[in-house]
């Protein structure tokens, strides 16, 4: 009786395969109609393949700090900006933060079929109209924080709230039952930049215009944002993959990768511009070129600021870039990376897309929370400006010299597979 009905539903089973296999014949030649897929350059990078190269000072470690011992490493694929992230781009982040404030005040959201609410984005806001600065009063300073009885927005307000999914620590997981709500973490951030920095970063030195324009006016719209946090940079990489991942959703084209901060290894590999032995993104080992010219934004001789023609910051599209495309890799300002700094971290790293990470939050100590800069800034000697020269700040604190540029993962092996 058992053989019967176990025979019966081993029939039944392959009956209901037959019937369900599409024109298929029995084979396994996978799902169909899936999307044609081909990975969109997103606007102001560059491609950089994968490769191998060796980290590491490749001059001598004049400070004898020991912290970046030569290795082989080899690096994946991905897109990274061509040049810093400037005020004007900084600025579009800005004003959507503001922007998505004012519609959701003012009740400019719609509603999807499953009661969910958006921002109405087709909604037009005039900052000019008394009667919108009437409705928005809430998102400006109070009367007795006015200047001369300016309506300016406060800035203390313009926080972004984002969500993200921790990879790591689901993958560290162990328990199958552990519910998902676990791993994600919502991040709350003050996204306007410390233009005070310019006015703190150094004393007895009068640098106050810079605080009141860098960030505010036309005059300096092309050139790097700066007082800009690691922790805001982040939330800027959040908000520009949200961006473009919506308008290609609302084309009904694939999603693409992430934009993130590059790690330290990716960064070196692409400041390096294929030159693996090379201690300058320009391949060789002198600061001019061959016409007696500075070719970098930086700190020459004993503080001669303008021999390079910059004296704090220049344009993000400055000077020659190296040979993956890519401008001010050395100097104009120090960069952001993913990566969390560790002394040894290049004894300790896997030699196959190293990075070393660790979320650090407000509990833990101080010393957990230092992120590696690369590059060398506009007020930093020629050693620091060496694509091996790695350096630290702390997640959380804002300089006049430190900005960043964010990089997108290629989704394959190379572009000749498309």
Known sequence: ?????????????SAALAGCGGGFNGELVGVPDRPNWSQQEPYGTVFVNQGTFTIGQGDQDVFFNAN????????KAFYMDDAEISNNEYRQ?????????????????????????????KMVLDWTDPAVLDELEELYFPENEQIFGRFEVDVRKLNFVYKY?????????????????????????????DTLVWARDFTFSYNEPQAQNYFSHPAYDDYPAVGVSWEQATAFCHWRTQLFNS????????????FRLPTEFEWEYAARGGHSSSPYPWGGPYIKNDK???????????????????????????????????????????????????????????????????????????????????????????????????????QDSTKSYIGFRCVMDFLGRDLRDF
């Open 292 to 394: 007696g010219c500075l070719i970098a934004n930086f700190k020459p001789g004993r503080g001669n600021y303008t021999d390079d023609g910059g004296f704090y910051t220049v344009k993000t599209y400055s000077y020659n870039p190296n040979d993956y495309g890519i401008y001010n890799m050395a100097g104009n300002v120090s960069e952001w990376t993913s990566t969390a700094y560790d002394e040894s971290a290049y004894s300790t790293v896997h030699d196959l897309n190293p990075d070393y990470k660790y979320e650090a939050t407000e509990e833990d100590d101080i010393v957990m929370r230092r992120k590696v800069i690369r590059g060398g800034s506009w007020k930093d000697v020629g050693y620091l400006i060496q694509t091996g020269t790695r350096s630290h700040e702390y």
């Open 247 to 258: 308008y290609r959703n609302s084309k009904g084209l694939s999603k693409q990768g992430d």
């Open 93 to 121: 982040f800005v004003f959507w933060v503001r922007d998505s404030l004012a519609h959701t005040i003012m009740g400019n959201v719609i509603e999807d079929d499953y009661g969910k609410e958006y921002i109405d984005w």
């Open 68 to 75: 970046q011992q030569a290795k082989t490493v080899s690096v």
């Open 165 to 193: 999914f921790d990879l790591r620590a689901a993958a560290d997981n162990r328990d199958p039952d552990r519910p998902r709500a676990e791993f994600i973490r919502t991040e709350t951030v003050n996204v306007y930049p």
């Open 1 to 13: 009786m058992k053989r019967i009905s176990f025979y019966v539903a081993l029939t039944a089973i």
